[in-house]
């Protein structure tokens, strides 16, 4: 028995180290992609709230709230 692999186990083996590296760029890429797209996020939901926050004040500022509107006429 030799210690050589089959031609075709060699191949094979080469093709599959190939993949390997192709998803291990696959999934940094990824990772990179989710990562960045988390920190938009945090960002949005933080600029959400400051917004609301402003809301809420120019609301209560103005005296105008939703409950001081009078419902449109085709209540």
């Known amino acids: 028995m030799t210690d050589q692999p089959s031609p075709s ?28 797209q988390w920190r938009k996020i945090d960002a949005l939901g933080r600029e959400v709230v ?3 926050e402003r809301l809420d004040d120019a609301e209560m500022k103005s ?7 009078p419902p449109p006429p085709h209540y």
């Open 63 to 69: 005296g105008a709230g939703p409950a001081s509107e």
């Open 50 to 52: 400051t917004l609301r």
């Open 9 to 36: 186990l060699a191949s094979r083996i080469e093709a599959l180290e190939i993949r390997i590296a192709y998803q291990d760029e696959t999934i940094e890429t990824l990772n990179k992609t989710i990562t960045e």
